[in-house]
């Protein structure tokens, strides 16, 4: 089974509007932490938010917030205000802490595309 | 702070060749971990190092190694390349790597063509 599902391969976006992109994850652990990571065309991937497993509150970093329901094993990006430089790929990701190493595993992406 | 660095960018090599990829992770970070990223298989763990030791392996041939230095800048080598191997080759790093809740950061990541 897949751990990191993100169900969206693409979406579009008006500039300016928020826009929810969706994970969810399967683990068995009771401690773990979920990243997201955007990706430009140029490659880099770039650590946008954490949220902890024993984190109560969802997890904010400017525009970007996390709506995280632990029962629903979720953990979706919300990006208010898109603007046109928030087009990329969205990665969710998980460190569990029953992992050896440091290992991060990923989802699938999504592809965000603002429209002007 | 300087981020992480890799070298070099973008690679071209034909089937058969070995090529080393370079990671210079960020300035007190000593847990480097590398990831493969292709089209159908998206990312994958490749494997990661932290004192110059290597704490987990993914999935991958022994073609892939790697190894760290003491100053905890890493390499990884693949050897006898196949066109399977084309993808972006990332490396990131974080201070230990012992905690789960630990941020990796990731370098700009190397392009390998493989013809």
């Known amino acids: 089974a897949q751990k990191i599902t993100q169900t969206q391969p693409g979406m579009f976006v008006q500039e300016k509007e928020a826009v929810t992109l969706d994970c969810t994850y399967d683990t068995s652990d009771q401690s773990y932490g979920l990243f997201w990571y955007k990706q430009p065309s140029s490659g880099e991937m770039i650590f946008l938010i954490y949220q902890g497993s024993y984190d109560e509150q969802n997890a904010t970093e400017g525009r970007y917030s996390l709506n995280f329901q632990k029962a629903r094993k979720s953990a979706n990006l919300v990006i208010s205000a898109s603007q046109l430089g928030d087009s990329a790929m969205y990665f969710c990701a998980m460190r569990e802490v029953n992992n050896a190493g440091n290992m991060l595993t990923f989802g699938g992406g999504t592809r965000l595309m603002v429209k002007p | 702070k300087a981020g992480v660095t890799q070298t070099p960018r973008y690679l071209i090599k034909t089937r058969g060749q070995q090529v080393t990829l370079s990671c210079s992770p960020i300035s007190g970070h000593r847990s480097v971990s590398w990831y493969q990223q292709t089209p159908g298989q998206g990312l994958q763990f490749l494997f990661e190092?932290?004192?110059?030791?290597?704490?987990n392996k993914g999935n991958f041939p022994g073609r892939f190694s790697g190894r760290q230095f003491s100053n905890s800048r890493s390499e990884m080598n693949v050897s006898t390349l196949e066109l399977g191997d084309s993808a972006l080759y990332l490396c990131a790093s974080s201070t230990t790597g012992h905690r789960y809740q630990e941020t990796q950061y990731f370098g700009p990541g190397t392009r390998l063509l493989v013809l």
């Open positions: 190092y932290f004192s110059e030791t290597q704490r």
